[in-house]
């Protein structure tokens, strides 16, 4: 049976993620991948977690089993309110929502939002499951300008000048695929023009938490407060398989965003929104981070390291204070699709960036780089392998030049 | 801030549920409910869970934490393949989802499935979930009659010969929320006619392990493969905070639902996922399933008991086999809405059955009562006042005809 003619139009847009087929060689035995996003599984606190089911067992009880209400397990948005306070993200319960992951606040946000042909404005390069979240619901992307201080003021304004935008999705901190992260001076301006424009922000921000230097910058939530959704997940500082996000809304947005959320999955998973929220509630957090971060730091430390070491000349990369992921740059006229075939070859999996941009034909010369699941000598091992095949490629190119 | 001006087109069909805001008043003290439709508590292995939890950590460590592949946890999708067999559904893993409840289905589907206008045809009354997952899409609804042996094959068969239908959706055992179920001789016809107009069913089945008389029927799934897909849950028969529900589907349907997650959540919580697996295979839902029939068959035999001794002639009801609830009708022109307003001041609470229906005016004499939720004495009670009330109304309808 070949039931093709009952596919919505929107489905076209559905296509398999590029990234998704390429990360199905990583697999391939003995292969070292700077491909994938994933956090390192000793980075999960696994001792620690035995304990929480059976806490958060004897504390709730069956509610923890229970259905629950599609904004979210009131002890977890609670518990919420106190933890984002320390980052100056002022909010009260009613504002915050919990989803499957900040993918869930991506896809609701497109549902309630976007209409055949809306404009949204996103950095190119950007986070490749928004765009996945967002195609369905058919909207036309304007690409904002970066550099390597992330979007550049002067894009956006230009974007919002001149188009009817239905909101601007950013990733202020530690971006993926970049790295990046915008300076306080550039947020404040960013925060100006959503404020002068009335424009909505979603500014997503997976990765503050893990730092290795220098001093948290605040998020442009706490600059325009009314006009950013603010989502970020527990992907990063507990475990991705648990599927926790959260937003924090303005009033609007939140409240047609639960609504969605009813026909999406009814809510989010009880249970581990209750593991959730004793991890916050219990001190876990404050005492585990600094294990992540001590994991993470030697990693992106050996990856800058290596790339400073062996990288040709005229490549170039970020170098974040934190995060998961290193953004090379070749010259005009590399093809990193190339190289990922070449470094396939000598075992080395990179993700070339042209996925990450909203349009084709974008970012060609660009790759983006993952440190965190593999250990120091390894990432060593695999940027010198890496330089090799660059240079070969390198100079294979300027004899087709000669 | 006021973004209303936001909002796609599709919000306009996300109006909150009237089921939703009816609920609230649930919650007030002394209130006895016959409105909802969730779990009872009890029926979940509390004792059991501590000790899954811990298993599952030794078994899978990390991996019970780590992000997963949309199409679900594999070792559940394999456990799933064998659990079903038992029902004589014969599939291969490949053709297994995992979605956040069988929410997660509906949705997708919708998604995947239906542009704006496309019809859809639907139990008149249906699931209110189903329709939820549907209208963001903006479909239209075929109402299909149905009787109280469930949807009626003649009509069904006008449908699809008269319309172009992209799916049909049906409950076929124990209903939400009629209770009904589609006897043997009536599925065969069904299976008959939609394979004859080659089209797609969606079937719906979180009640047929849920079975306190008599015996089993077999989906309709078993008798027309590769035209259904079939899709249950965990929640009624594990706990449904852990939003685990799957679908079993002809490939194409299957491959582009999995797409569609991937923007929509990436995939389900692993842990959860890793719980439900072990469930199956550590035999521990044969063992437990006894335990949850034996809570609900005496509160169900409690209601169909009080039904048959307080309401009054001219009632009708449906007598369920198994299931989580009851459907009463009252004579033409008795309101149910105002049934619920008068019992309400007497704390009891039930669910007028209009808000099942696709279309506006339909089963205004209708109501769903729910068992699950009170033992045997508070059941007979509450039918006992609600029989009151509906004299008192009765007697006041026909003083207003004379």
Chains 1, 2 share one sequence.
Request: hydrophobic share 40%; with cysteine.
């Amino acid at each position: 049976m070949n039931f093709s003619n009952l596919l919505a139009d929107r489905t076209r847009n559905m296509g398999s993620s590029a990234i998704r087929e390429l990360l199905k060689v990583v697999e391939q035995p003995g292969m070292i991948s700077l491909g994938g996003g994933i956090p390192a599984p000793e980075s999960f606190p696994l001792q620690l977690f035995d304990d929480l089911t059976s806490q958060v067992l004897k504390k709730y009880s069956s509610n923890a089993l229970q259905y629950g209400p599609s904004e979210g397990f009131r002890p977890l948005r609670e518990a919420l309110v106190v933890y984002l306070k320390k980052s100056d993200i002022r909010t009260s319960v009613d504002n915050i929502t919990i989803t499957c992951g900040s993918q869930g606040v991506l896809d609701s946000i497109g549902k309630i939002l976007i209409s055949k042909g809306d404009k949204i404005a996103v950095e190119a390069p950007t986070y490749i499951g928004a765009l996945s979240a967002f195609n369905p619901y058919e909207p036309e992307y304007i690409a904002l300008e970066t550099d390597y201080d992330g979007v550049i003021p002067e894009s956006l304004e230009k974007a919002l000048k001149h188009n009817k935008i239905k909101f601007v999705y950013l990733i202020p901190t530690f971006q993926n695929p970049t790295g990046r992260t915008i300076p306080l001076e550039r947020r404040k301006k960013i925060a100006e023009i959503i404020r002068y424009y009335n424009a909505l922000l979603l500014e997503d921000d997976p990765y503050s938490s893990l730092r290795y230097r220098g001093e948290a910058i605040p998020a442009i939530k706490t600059m325009a407060p009314d006009n950013v959704l603010y989502t970020s997940t527990f992907s990063k500082i507990l475990a991705p398989g648990l599927r926790i996000g959260f937003s924090v809304g303005p009033e609007l947005i939140t409240k047609w965003m639960v609504l969605a959320k009813q026909g999406i999955d009814l809510h989010t998973n009880t249970f581990s929104q209750a593991l959730a929220a004793e991890y916050i509630e219990g001190g876990h957090l404050d005492k585990h981070l600094p294990r992540i971060l001590s994991i993470y730091k030697p990693k992106q430390e050996a990856m800058l390291n290596a790339l400073a070491k062996y990288f040709p000349g005229n490549f170039q990369w970020s170098k974040p204070a934190g995060g998961m992921f290193i953004w090379a740059e070749g010259p005009s006229g590399f093809s990193t699709e190339k190289l990922y075939c070449k470094a396939l070859e000598r075992k080395v999996a990179i993700l070339p960036g042209q996925y990450f941009y909203p349009h084709p034909g974008m970012g060609l010369e660009t790759m983006r780089l993952n440190f965190t699941m593999m250990d120091a000598p390894t990432i060593d091992k695999a940027i010198k392998i890496l330089s090799e095949v660059i240079k070969e490629e390198l100079s294979r190119v300027s004899m087709s030049y000669s």
